[in-house]
């Protein structure tokens, strides 16, 4: 967690998750998001700070996130979806979603929160919104609130990207994209607050492993062929 206090340790593409107080330690909460498809997603799970207190985002459901106050595992974003209307066929219960959440990232002070799922048939999905309005406005605000974005730019066949952020609303993702097929390895810049995408940046021959973003830049670790993370190999822009 931020605060260096709680651990949250996931079965990464598996059902269950627990959340840790490494202060006594203790096992705060256990953390379940099912047993439909989770073998195809990472699970989502990633801590953030809201009004002084830790809180941690973690799938509930295959369709669902939760927020948790990270001290006593409390529930915050209680919510109950009416049921659906069996006159129409397929028919989901309001605000459900056909969507599997995947793993989160969220902005470094909190605003928004991340996930890079899938949907059928299948499909990669990233869908953002805001973590403040979902904790004090709305709490369907994961679902279909006023700042959720879906972006068409990062709507492909992957799941799981690699992604980070390297300020307050613009968020890096590895992988140029056209007409779902992976065009060349580079980055997309993302502004979240625009709903706009600023910029794509090409890097040929790099094998990203991983992202590291901070203060306005981000250094690429850049996988060799032997399959090592070298942050010396990478790339800083």
């Not at 406005?137 to 990062?154: I, N, Y």
């Not at 140029?176 to 997309?188: A, N």
């Not at 996988?223 to 070298?230: C, H, T």
Request: charged fraction near 25%; hydrophobic fraction near 40%; glycine fraction near 8%.
């Amino acid at each position: 967690s931020p605060c260096k206090g709680y651990l949250c340790v996931a079965q990464r593409f598996g059902s269950l998750a627990a959340l840790i107080d490494l202060s006594t330690p203790r096992l705060v909460r256990m953390l379940d998001r099912g047993a439909y498809h989770e073998d195809v997603s990472e699970f989502p799970a990633a801590f953030a700070e809201h009004d002084g207190e830790t809180v941690l985002v973690s799938g509930s459901d295959w369709n669902r996130v939760d927020v948790y106050r990270a001290q006593d595992g409390a529930l915050l974003t209680a919510r109950e979806f009416l049921p659906a209307n069996e006159d129409e066929p397929n028919a989901r219960p309001e605000h459900a979603l056909d969507y599997f959440y995947g793993a989160l990232t969220i902005s470094p002070t909190g605003t928004w929160v991340v996930s890079s799922g899938w949907c059928w048939h299948p499909v990669g999905v990233v869908s953002c919104w805001n973590l403040a309005r979902w904790l004090e406005q709305d709490p369907f605000e994961s679902e279909d609130g006023k700042t959720r974005r879906v972006p068409d730019s990062l709507v492909d066949d992957l799941w799981d990207r690699t992604m980070t952020f390297i300020d307050e609303d613009r968020l890096l993702v590895w992988g140029i994209f056209h007409d779902s097929f992976l065009h060349s390895p580079g980055l997309m810049i993302y502004d979240i607050a625009q709903d706009a995408v600023l910029d794509l940046i090409s890097f040929e021959g790099v094998q990203c492993r991983g992202l590291v973003g901070v203060d306005g830049a981000a250094l690429i670790l850049d996988e060799r062929g032997d399959g090592e993370r070298e942050a010396d190999g990478g790339v800083q822009e």
